[in-house]
């Protein structure tokens, strides 16, 4: 079907950056919005920024002004580049995208999630 594949997280210190990138395959017709999530532990999962098809974005607040998603839609690939990190960005951090694809002949809509990567950020 469709594969979500992250990479790029680490280990870095206060104020460092990191950037995270997700590469989608399989038989993909198009894909919608696409976003990165992180979950802490012991906390819920959260949204930290989307982005649609055309561009449009939107953030959690406490990461505008920091970090910035963008896309390649030719490459099926998302981005997600992190700033002036602090340790409360420390996180799994997950790729989501909701996919239009094809599957054993019929054209089907779903939405996808990455394996995760984890961010850490030493203080």
């Known amino acids: 079907q469709v594969q979500l594949v992250e990479s790029g997280g680490g280990l870095v210190q206060t104020g460092g950056s990191l950037r995270l990138s997700c590469a989608a395959s399989?038989?993909?017709?198009?894909?919608?919005?696409m976003g990165w999530y992180r979950q802490a532990p012991g906390k819920e999962r959260e949204l930290v920024a989307s982005?649609?098809?055309?561009?449009?974005?939107n953030y959690v607040e406490s990461v505008e002004g920091r970090f910035t998603i963008s896309r390649d839609n030719a490459k099926n690939t998302v981005y997600l580049q992190m700033s002036s990190l602090k340790p409360e960005d420390t996180a799994v951090y997950y790729c989501?995208?909701?996919?239009?694809?094809?599957?054993?002949?019929?054209?089907?809509?779903?939405?996808?999630w990455g394996q995760g990567t984890q961010v850490t950020v030493s203080s």
């Open positions: 989501n995208a909701d996919v239009v694809y094809r599957f054993t002949a019929i054209t089907r809509k779903g939405d996808f």
């Open positions: 982005i649609t098809r055309g561009g449009d974005t």
């Open positions: 399989g038989s993909i017709f198009g894909i919608n919005t």
